[in-house]
């Protein structure tokens, strides 16, 4: 309720806590088209004439989606970057978020500025504004709606592959299974610049919504996913939602350095694209991007997706597993 | 990732409880303007030509923003009741919702059709559709983005009070505090009619957003805030967001039967609205509505909150009190 925060111990309120998190974000809270920013009941932006509204929400938790000793701005960042990940997955452009935190309440008002310059780095990267937030107290939760744009006809979805098409993915698979496997996650030191970070830890923290590539392929794609469980688990829902078989080639899918094919296949958290184009859209495809890799193809017949012939048992993460009978 | 779910133990997978929810929402995850509903990347929506998206996020969790054993349906609408208010506070018509929900695993799957239940129910009274959502294991919370649409120069905010202008607040308050002081959410039976809650009950889990009323405000308020923390925590915003002062006649605040002039006051969970109008208004403000009382004017000076002429102490609830020096 005070406008004269002094956040200066681990002792803090609810108003001067949302005011350090306001303060810390600055510009990453605003742009041309946020018509009001945080501190009313609600935020305001303005969308581009004609186009349909795109939202996602994704809440991440300590130890499942992100290591709880982990640095503080880069939970941040890959809270947003994730987040933004699923507009690229639609051909979107972001617009703008909004983040609901529940914060224990012995946070150290320094870890959630920390935290804050984490969503502000990547929302000014990525033109994401953070518009508005809730702030609670309890476990530890960061919970990201993130809101993007497309005109309607061109959105990327998951129930339009063909029989015939190629299957693509936008880059090297694995890298953050190798880095979760090799419990890099666990040695990134508290305050890192990212030259500091392996290339295996950067590509977990700091992945890449491949933003440019979604937009690119709004003419071209018949469906597209972005890889957060894994490639056979997500494109999984291509095959399902589109009701086709997809035959993969494993000697063909990029990999990570390092990376085994079970990793690549299995592995989540790469947040690159897979799609699906016609055969006649190949060249055009090509040009959008040196890291795309052809890795299969699309046919008729009952939902399936094969590796080299054979069907690909149906693993990905599932969060309730454990109380599977 | 099966169309055939299965539920009839307490034991379900990830896939199985979301498909379990999308089959529970129904016609309540739809609408003409819901372009693309839950199953994808992202949802995606049409906004009404030439308005502004409006959107608010609240996580509740369990004891904190309603009892933990509550009657599910119950928690379900209380969710999005309080969040569809946010929308009638800025004077917004509500589009649609997502909801990111973070369950035990030990969660029956009746009580998660029994939650999504509450949520249908209260999408299809408000018409505010849940086209999206996150499900994930981990200490119980439920995070409700709401999205509605307003003309730009119409929307409501809490900067634009001015000296002169009457306050005004648009039924009693006080009901939900006198339901959580006297214990009688704890008396919730597990599946209710609304017909055997208390009326205190009722307010508490089945607050009415004042949807009609902040539309016909549009042109008439100068400010305006939903009553969430207590009218004067909220009032308060106000005051320091317009920069006025406002003095209450506390005799003129209207209370829920049996309610305290302190419950009223600081009670919270009203979700009624509060606003400023010029006097000129008084006439047009009387016709929108049976419960709306006249309770103070606003002067110019430094920021306070006065009732009967003296200065009332800003508590509300702060979530992170408790840790405070």
């Given amino acids: 309720m005070t406008n004269s925060a002094s956040i200066n111990g681990a002792a803090t309120g609810e108003f001067e806590l949302i005011d350090a998190i306001v303060k810390t974000l600055g510009a990453a809270s605003t742009g041309s088209h946020v018509l009001l920013g945080p501190g009313d009941d609600a935020a305001m932006i303005a969308l581009p004439a004609g186009d349909a509204l795109v939202t996602s929400v994704d809440t991440l938790l300590p130890d499942v989606h992100f290591p709880e000793g982990a640095a503080a701005p880069l939970i941040g960042q890959r809270a947003l970057r994730v987040s933004v990940s699923d507009l690229a997955a639609m051909g979107a452009q972001p617009l703008a978020c909004v983040i609901s935190l529940v914060l224990p309440k012995s946070t150290h008002p320094q870890w959630v500025r920390d935290l804050s310059r984490g969503f502000a780095d990547a929302a000014l990267e990525f033109g994401c504004p953070v518009t508005g937030g809730n702030l609670t107290a309890g476990p530890l939760s960061i919970c990201v709606t993130v ?154 017949g009952a939902p399936k997706l094969l590796l080299d012939g054979a069907v690909l048992p149906q693993r990905g993460f599932d969060h309730f597993a454990s109380e599977k009978n």
């Fill in 147 to 300: 809101q993007g744009s497309v005109p309607a006809e061109f959105a990327l979805t998951r129930d339009g592959a063909q029989p015939g098409d190629d299957v693509w993915v936008s880059g090297p698979l694995g890298g953050a299974a190798v880095a979760l496997i090799e419990g890099e996650l666990d040695r990134v030191p508290g305050l890192v610049a990212d030259a500091a970070m392996s290339q295996t830890q950067q590509q977990y923290f700091l992945p890449t919504p491949q933003l440019t590539l979604g937009v690119g392929l709004r003419l071209v794609a018949t469906s597209a996913i972005d890889i957060s469980d894994g490639l056979a688990a997500d494109l999984g829902h291509i095959v399902h939602r589109s009701e086709v078989a997809i035959a993969l080639d494993g000697a063909a899918i990029p990999r990570f350095a390092g990376a085994t094919l079970e990793q690549a296949l299995y592995g989540g958290d790469d947040y690159h694209l897979c799609f699906t184009a016609p055969k006649s859209q190949r060249d055009v495809v090509n040009q959008l991007g040196d890291g795309l890799r052809r890795i299969g193809y699309v046919s008729a």
